[in-house]
């Protein structure tokens, strides 16, 4: 199972980036998917959660600005992030909870894409 993030990048106080992360591999359920993030020599924390309902959960941090969301046929989630902030400014990582086909459940992660938000 692997699973690759993208939509990262440079954009103006204000703006506005949709992150995308699929998972592939032999995969037989998604139990949850989630984005994180990890600021400049800081910890990393985390900034949202779907559930395989639909259910989410925010950060208060982010909360009325992030969107997440999914699309299960496609094992992808994404992170509309609007209104950024400079403290947004951060590399962002997707992580799903997957029951590989013949395996245990565990969590998976993407490899991070950056999110530099500056004039």
């Known amino acids: 199972v692997q699973l690759q993030a993208f939509g990262g990048g440079l954009v103006q106080p204000g703006g506005s980036l949709r992150l995308s992360c699929a998972a592939s591999?032999?995969?037989?359920?998604?139990?949850?998917m989630g984005w994180y993030r990890q600021a400049p020599g800081k910890q990393r924390e985390w900034v949202a959660t779907?559930?395989?309902?639909?259910?989410?959960v925010y950060a208060d941090s982010v909360k009325g600005r992030f969107t997440i969301s999914s699309d299960n046929a496609k094992n992808t989630v994404y992170l509309q992030t609007n209104s950024l902030k400079p403290e947004d400014t951060a590399v962002y990582y997707c992580n799903m909870r997957i029951t590989p086909w013949g395996g245990l459940t565990n969590n998976y992660w993407g490899q991070g894409t950056l999110v530099t938000v500056s004039s």
């Open positions: 591999g032999r995969i037989s359920s998604i139990n949850a």
């Open positions: 779907i559930s395989s309902a639909g259910s989410t």
